[in-house]
């Protein structure tokens, strides 16, 4: 199904927009939205600094140019240039000589992960710091000498938080979100992994012509993005049927999916067909409100009901947060992997219909219309005893049970949960069965 | 319960029908009625040939004098006089020379089942065919010469399809359909088990006096004659709130029941009880629209909930649709079992009602009216602790259950259900109470 | 919780109240009555002899004064004075000489616990009889001689049957129950184990202030006093919407509950919760309607919900309705683990209450109201991974599924139920959530 789509371009994808600096706002984010905007007609919105929104107000726009800790020999013992995880997120500007002893308090490092330097943020609160892997850590503690520690970030007040966002109008004013965040810096899985899937599956979509669903993705830092994305959108949001937040869906681990806060949504019910067609057992995140951006969709004034396929969900693979989620971690296929299911899942939706049939009354004469697989009599002899065994299921079931079912009221994700049909295989007859004109798609689908 | 219904009696009347040469039209379907006329007053409908009913139109009569394949000293290698599932079901006239080459695709033989002739039909397609066990296909191949194939049948356009029909009148309007098939030539387990089960608790329903439902007992030639009946039948089938499909219930294997595509209709929780309350493992068959006339009174136009009661279901026994469904196969014994069960259900259904308590505030004064067991204190001393463990109940448990759920809206199934009492130790305590007026049947049963 | 409840207070009021010869009727219940009333101020109603209530007739008031059975040398082989089990409950007066094969029909022994008097009561019948334990009856039946058989009993007419009854009136209307019973003689589980929780709680209501919900205390002999009492407050039980009925909580076995008809009642929920949330795997005994005054406040008439805390219920221990069933068996420190329980489902009950959050679209910012307990991005490392897998929670998941649940609907018990977060964890963080005014209580709490 993901044909359009390569393993190889998303790898180039990766390589380039990794070492970009995001953040809630910034550069980094522009240049990676630009990027975007190479796959996708993405409007990008600038919302200016300062203003409130809901409980929050949009933070000054943060720069920061370079930082590092200099030995008195002039090397770089911590470098913003190499890694820009080294700096606090929304560290403020310092430029001071200091003992490692004045410095530490300001230094971020994880035993538990000696290579890794962590991931920090200090977005609200005033602050600066840097993190450091843990050899780093100990050669400054070992050093008595006095360091020059500077980070040569500054805040604009005046500047914006730049949002990008794409709608793709179908045939029903009903939406489907699909919403992912660009705030995180060099770090593959979350959420590099989350914003090209997202682009691509936008992409997919507007390549197969206008859609049943009206589609609609955004690309917001996470939390305040997403809620001042709601909040200039409030009036329209209550078309939003359901959606997705997009992340970490390209590491090593496990696919599994997080449920929507309503458990069996139409979101969640095409995603959990998708695993079981696919034959995937997926890991079962139920819905916790911690998370990320369906903290905001699903909240009380919105309630829309969010899923997330993961491959690595966050919180859940060590490398998380930290500088060893990088692009040893994630790469182009294991991404597909995720791309195909959403894939699967965007298909399950926007084909998804209830049919009537035009024989209501007694059952369709199959025979005369070469719907029929068998002469008389012969149909399920001892071989198909056993194929019954194994749940298999041949043509004639599939056609009986749409049939069955086809009275206004069973849309093909009801048939396929109740019958264990695949969904695709009941797409595909059903289409056959409509080119025999003996079942139509309901008026109200 | 059965006790007017012997194994013998039942053996009698399998021993006679089971030759006859039934199909979807023709005589061996008239014999049949006259024999089950002889049990219950039948009502016999003529359907003329070439009516439409429905997506289908009645087939012409097929009539068959004899058939052969015949070496050239004249021996029948094969022949219908031996048994009628030797020709092909609705098999066109023919009468030629042909060599086994010239014959081959004309033979059905089963490799899995070499003892077994094979049962098999052309019903809507004009053809014709033998069909024939190992020994005698071997036979047929080893010959070089040139056999006398002869089938001795006609077509009648201005014949009629066989129906038979028996409506019991009851106490209301609602009625419950029981429906059989009888187009199935010699095989025992399908159908002449259900043809003989279905006329038998006709009978006994009948012999007990005005029931509570009206009872629709149906004689038909599977699918089209059951799509006939409905056309026929249209404008009144809406009273029918539930039915059976009856068919293969006397094989040698363990007892079953295929739900009803509703899964929890009242004819299907009368059929768990049944099980339940005669502590019988019964095989679980869930509701699929392939099987039998349930496609035609379950399809949407009438969504009938409709129940069977299997002993070998259809498809599940290598005998299925071979000659090997013969009278070794089945027997009167055999066929009790589902007879007992369906008077069970039938009975189930026909004492359903909901009671009302007399005394709804504070409990009925059971000592008073000599319905308390015991002199106060001394129940549930450590012997009737251990009573418990094994869920066994008394007398009073039952009293106390049946009034305290007398509230109007419990029926006898319902209770039975929640308490684990079987129904039939329900139905002798609710008449004791109603004896002592403690309560009546609610209004609205 | 129950800090004004202490073991030792439980076990001087089991000793007071444990010889006291209750029964239907009678200064047993009157001298009960009265020791209640030093903890809290009953009302007592006198409701008289003879009166029809509902399929009852409240009987005559039963005194005994003495009751013997004595050999010729004057010896009390029987005594009331040492038992008062020794007298069937409303034995009529006796006075004759009597042989062994005389008196042996008025005799109850139990053969499996030989140690043991029965219990045995004949209120509605008129009878007499002697409960004895083994070797008594052993005594008796070795000696030949007559014996002088005496219960000096009397029935008064023109008596009454005392009801202790108090009503804590709450913000609410809606009332809940608490009923006891005060019919049984000397056993000390069932019920002064009942008696005296029953009152301890409504003292610790009463010392509370104002309580939520109005809370209904009623003492009464069971069945009779129960059936009763409805009758004479017909008209205002519809306000209660649940309650308990106190009984056998005091043995030495394990906890349990018997659930309401209902099964998921506001009250059996709260039961439920106070046994999850202090992690007692407590016995589950589904709804029967054999058991106490449930069989009334739950007939069809009221259909109040009712459940029981349980140590030791009645019918499941070997001692019950015996002499064994004594202070040996029952003690304070065991009715103690029964009161907190009760105390804690009290106050799930009270504090129970849905909440609106103040910032209903998007998320509260917790940061600038201190209430995020860690810098952005440090949170779940792979520590927090682990603490997951231990399905433990920390203070911002608690915040975090209050405040995605404060929407008006869904109060704290439900919230508990979903989340698996303690009812008291929730209630002392949506303390603090209302006192940083995110979440006020919903309105028609």
Redesign the interface.
Known sequence: MSEEISASEIDALLARMYPFNRSLTGDGNRQTLNVLRELVPLDVHEYPCGKE????VIPDEWHIRDAWIKDSTGNRLVDFQANNLHVV?YSEPVKARMTFNELSSRL?V?E??PEAI????????RSWGFCVNSQQYKALQRSKEQFEVVIDSAFDATGSMSIGELLIPGAKTEELLVSTYICHPSMANDNLSGIVTTALLARTILARGRPQYSWRFVFVPE?IG??AY??HN?KIMHKVQGGFVVTCCGGKGKLGYKES?VGDSLVDRAVRLAFRDKSIDAIRYPF???GSDE??Y?????RIPVTTICKDK???Y?E??TSLDNLDFVNGEQILESVDLYLDVIQILEENSAFT?S???????L??RGLYPH????I??????NH?RHQEYQE??VI??L?????GQNDLITIAERTGITYFDLLRVARKLMSQAVIQPAKDN
């Open positions: 929104v809901y409980d929050w997120g971020h994880l538990e992960l962590p991931y920090r943020t200090s977005y609200y609160t939390t997403a809620i709601l909040c409030e806060f916790q409100p911690t903290r905001q699903s909240s009380i004034g919105f966050y919180y859940e060590s998380y947060h049939s024989v209501p009354k007694g059952e369709v004469q025979g005369r002469s008389g009599g012969s399920n002899q001892p071989a198909s005893k019954r004639l079931d009986s049970w049939l069955f079912l086809s009275d």
